[in-house]
Each structure stands twice: as C-alpha cells, then as structure tokens.
C-alpha cells in the first residue's frame, strides 16, 4: 500500500479526488471547460454497475455486508500516457469520465497547476460554503438539554 503522506502526487490526487466526488457534475464541467484539454481517449468506457459495501460492527469489529451500492467507473489515457481514474457513488456516469478526465491531468507537468487553479480551487470553494452553509443550519437547530430540569419532586 501506498503511503499517501510520503509521496506528493498520491496525496494532490487523493485531495483532488474528494473535492471533485462532492461536486456536481455541471460544476466540474463547467470548470474543467476553462482549460484547453489535450487529446484523450476512453481506456474503459464510463459504465453503472453494482458493489457491495461492507462495513464493521462498532466501526472497527466483525466485518458484515451492509447491502449493494451503483457505483460508476471510467478511466481515461492523455496522449502523452498518463493514465486517470474515476469512481463514484450512484450512475452518472458523466462525472466518472471527467474525475477520471482531472486524475489524468493532475498526474502531468504541464497541467497540473492549471486543474489546481482552475477547476479544484473554485470547486473547493463552493464546497467550503456549503458545508458552512449546513453547519450554520444544523446548529441553529439545536437544542440545549442541559438546561431541562427534571420533574421529580
């Protein structure tokens, strides 16, 4: 397994990855279109299938199957061969291809900056101010049981 923390490119494109799997596929589109993307192709087609999610009892005991999830795929080659990845939650299959589309970029010289700069900044951005956005929400919500005095008497 690859640790993350010891190598730079692992970790641009682990940061990258949960920025762009929280975005909406017209905002990742509209960013990306800010760019001038070199030639690419399909290694694998962007397809819908099924996965089981697993998960452990307590968090951290027995393993058990929590049930089956749509997950998408694609996987994209620039022409000079870098190789990108993209994998998400449910069917769009449009925001699998270009994950898998910004994996392969980040993974160059030459645009690595450009995706940082122009698509994951931006949709960071948005990302921030939304969670913000709920957090506010959530808390203006909140009840504060401390202050309930019991009715024994």
Same mark, same amino acid.
């Given at each position: 397994?690859?640790?993350?923390?010891?190598?730079?490119?692992?970790?641009?494109?682990?940061?990258?990855?949960?920025?762009?799997?929280?975005?909406?596929?017209?905002?990742?589109?509209?960013?990306?279109?800010?760019?001038?993307?070199?030639?690419?192709?399909?290694?694998?087609?962007?397809?819908?299938? &099924? +996965?089981? #999610?697993?998960?452990?009892?307590?968090?951290?005991?027995?393993?058990?199957?929590?049930? /089956? =999830?749509? @997950?998408?795929?694609?996987?994209?080659?620039?022409?000079?061969?870098?190789?990108?990845?993209?994998?998400?939650?449910?069917?769009?299959?449009?925001?699998?291809? &270009? +994950?898998? #589309?910004?994996?392969?970029?980040?993974?160059?010289?030459?645009?690595?900056?450009?995706? /940082? =700069?122009? @698509?994951?900044?931006?949709?960071?951005?948005?990302?921030?101010?939304?969670?913000?956005?709920?957090?506010?929400?959530?808390?203006?919500?909140?009840?504060?049981?401390?202050?309930?005095?019991?009715?024994?008497?």
């Amino acid at each position: 397994m690859i640790d993350a923390s010891s190598d730079p490119l692992q970790s641009r494109r682990q940061s990258a990855m949960a920025v762009l799997a929280h975005s909406a596929t017209p905002d990742i589109a509209g960013c990306i279109g800010k760019i001038t993307v070199p030639a690419h192709e399909p290694v694998r087609m962007a397809e819908s299938g &099924l +996965i089981m #999610l697993r998960g452990r009892i307590g968090g951290d005991g027995a393993p058990f199957n929590v049930g /089956e =999830v749509t @997950v998408s795929r694609a996987a994209m080659r620039l022409a000079s061969g870098e190789m990108g990845f993209g994998y998400i939650l449910g069917r769009d299959t449009k925001k699998a291809e &270009l +994950i898998a #589309l910004c994996d392969a970029l980040i993974q160059t010289r030459d645009y690595a900056d450009l995706v /940082e =700069v122009h @698509v994951l900044a931006p949709l960071r951005g948005r990302y921030m101010d939304e969670r913000q956005r709920r957090t506010a929400e959530a808390a203006a919500t909140k009840v504060d049981f401390y202050t309930l005095v019991r009715g024994e008497g």
